[in-house]
């Protein structure tokens, strides 16, 4: 069964990765896993998917962590997969690192609940 997230994410990692499809097409090429650039926009448009070994490859070219969540796996069904930016990863992190700043990263998006 196809997954309809498959196409979008791998697009729109590739974009912002700013990596071109021929690009894509010659690193594959030089790790013994040749794919033509038709081939890649036919993963990006969702007209074919990539074998699972090929598609492992894209995501740590493209720096894709969370593969189940990022491709919709978890989460539940009706939830769309977040496309996070390494620096949008980096900023979870750190928030989550850094607990006494918090509240003030809170106020200053206007996240705080009001009594």
Known sequence: MKNPNIAR??????KLNEISVNDVSNILKENNNYAAPKTIYGWESGQTQPDADTL???????????????????GGSESKPLLM????????????EQKDMQPAVD?????TEED
Do not use: A, H, W
């Open 56 to 74: 492992m490859f894209l995501c740590d070219l493209y720096g894709i962590e969370n593969i189940l969540e990022t491709f919709g796996y978890q």
């Open 85 to 96: 930016s390494p620096k949008e990863r980096k900023l979870i992190t750190s928030y989550r």
């Open 9 to 14: 994410v791998l697009k729109y990692y590739r």
């Open 107 to 111: 106020r200053l998006l206007g996240l």
